[in-house]
């Protein structure tokens, strides 16, 4: 059974400052996806991860991806309190056709000013 | 535009009563998924389907319905089975075999017990 665990869970940050989110997964995948929540709203995509080494950058955010350690990051750097939302990882069952997606329980960023 | 369309954007279910969300896509996505979110959790595959007249249960069935007659539709029902049915419920879709592209989100139908 494939499970993701997301942490920091919750995370205060002032502006300015970097921070990275980890996103560990049991079984092999070869996908990985961040998706940006803010309040009540819907899901928004923010980077699709497909190979060992994959790095994509936007903006004050970076994603990784190593799928030997099965181990995702998503580093903030000198973060402003446009950032603040849920970020969660979501990992794709290998070898999937269908693109099924198992999520992480979300970090919740609060940035201060 | 594109999109996914959800409605409604709130519910109210009394105790007994069954109620159907719906999911519209203009997207020509071949899959189309529904997910249940609880506050400050992950998402929940609730079903999820590949085809027209086809799909599939994800982890947490029990108690809800989907049909897909069409596939640009996805409607869920939350049967009176479904024993704690308030939640955020999000609707996806993607293309079948296509992993560069993520799956898009719906803006949700928040559901609550009255």
């Given at each position: ?17 970097n ?6 997964y049991?079984?092999t995948?070869d996908?990985?996806y961040?998706?940006?929540q803010d309040?009540?709203?819907?899901l928004e995509?923010l ?7 994959a790095v994509?950058?936007?903006g004050?955010?970076m ?8 181990l995702?990051?998503l580093?903030?750097t ?24 198992i999520?992480?329980t979300g ?7 | 535009?594109g999109g ?20 519209e896509?203009n997207?020509?996505h071949d899959?189309?998924?529904w997910?249940r979110?609880d506050?400050?959790q992950?998402l ?9 007249n086809?799909f599939?249960?994800?982890d947490?069935a029990?108690?809800y319905?989907?049909s897909r ?8 029902t939350?049967?009176s089975?479904q024993?704690?049915p308030?939640?955020?419920y999000?609707c996806a879709?993607?293309?079948?075999v296509?992993?560069?592209q993520?799956q898009?989100f ?6 609550s017990?009255?």
């Amino acid at each position: 059974e494939l499970k993701v665990e997301q942490n920091p869970l919750f995370l205060s940050m002032q502006e300015g400052k970097n921070y990275t989110i980890y996103c560990n997964y049991s079984t092999t995948s070869d996908r990985l996806y961040w998706y940006r929540q803010d309040p009540g709203k819907s899901l928004e995509s923010l980077f699709v991860l497909l190979s060992n080494g994959a790095v994509k950058q936007e903006g004050r955010l970076m994603a990784s991806l190593d799928t030997k350690a099965r181990l995702s990051t998503l580093h903030i750097t000198a973060a402003v309190h446009d950032l603040s939302a849920t970020y969660f990882c979501a990992v794709a069952y290998y070898g999937g056709a269908t693109n099924k997606l198992i999520f992480g329980t979300g970090t919740l960023l609060a940035v201060q000013p | 535009d594109g999109g996914i369309t959800q409605s409604p954007k709130y519910l109210f279910r009394k105790e007994g009563q069954n109620v159907t969300l719906s999911c519209e896509q203009n997207l020509n996505h071949d899959a189309m998924y529904w997910y249940r979110q609880d506050p400050g959790q992950g998402l929940r595959l609730i079903y999820y389907s590949q085809i027209v007249n086809d799909f599939q249960k994800g982890d947490i069935a029990e108690g809800y319905s989907v049909s897909r007659e069409k596939k640009e539709s996805f409607p869920l029902t939350v049967t009176s089975a479904q024993k704690n049915p308030t939640a955020f419920y999000l609707c996806a879709s993607s293309f079948l075999v296509s992993p560069n592209q993520p799956q898009h989100f719906g803006d949700g139908t928040r559901l609550s017990i009255l």
